[in-house]
């Protein structure tokens, strides 16, 4: 899915969430070649024109969640949780300790030990960085997300300085593990709905809605 149709989907679903139209919901999605700058970025972190991008067939899109630059592309799993945080908790440090939380347990199932670096955002390997996290919470209502690297060719990275950092990239592929977008994506959902308390039926490819458990 290109990134404005996803952006798009997700302002909606936050509206009918705000509304209570809907349950909470995670999207799955993969996006072709794709720059993002967040409304508190610096676009001297993007480190090619517009023609180079154009060249590179890499489209560029500021938007209005937290962080700073980043890519999104072919092989990178995209995660976009449309949560209220006022049935789960109240925090946005929590939510994004959670999310990393989730992200290191889907790692260490295909045998990567991930983990966190001190007050910086994000899931790390050896110093590298493999998953970026910038979400946007309006009326407690969450949107964006994260990015898992699973096989992303990671020379797109040459032209971005990654969430203002310089920091290098890494991804699942890089480190020797060979697995598809769908099987990493059934893996990460298990443990959201085990960090979130969240049953996750399938409803079609890349895009998985989620509804809150009933209590035993």
């Given amino acids: 899915m290109d990134y404005a149709s996803a952006l798009e989907l997700q302002r909606r679903l936050v509206t009918q969430r705000q509304q209570g139209a809907i349950d909470d919901q995670l999207l799955l999605v993969e996006h072709p070649h794709v720059v993002t700058l967040g409304r508190n970025g610096h676009r001297e972190n993007l480190l090619a024109s517009d023609e180079i991008l154009e060249r590179a067939g890499v489209a560029f899109h ?5 962080g700073d630059i980043t890519y999104h592309g072919p092989g990178q799993l995209v995660g976009y949780p449309i949560l209220d945080l006022r049935q789960w908790k109240r925090d946005v440090g929590a939510y994004v300790r ?6 290191i347990a889907t790692l260490a199932g295909f045998g990567i030990a991930a983990g966190r670096i001190p007050k910086l955002t994000g899931v790390w390997v050896d110093g590298r960085k493999i998953a970026a996290i910038g979400v946007h919470i309006s009326r407690w209502v969450t949107s964006h997300g994260f990015a898992l690297n699973v096989s992303t060719d990671l020379s797109y990275f040459q032209y971005i300085v990654p969430c203002g950092l310089t920091k290098p990239v890494t991804s699942m592929a890089a480190l020797g593990v060979r697995a598809t977008l769908e099987e990493v994506g059934y893996v990460l959902a298990a443990h959201f709905g085990r960090v979130f308390d969240f049953e996750l039926p399938l409803v079609a490819p890349a895009l998985a809605g989620a509804r809150k458990r009933e209590p035993i």
């Fill in 62 to 66: 500021p938007t209005d969640r937290g």
């Fill in 98 to 103: 959670a999310i990393e939380e989730t992200l």
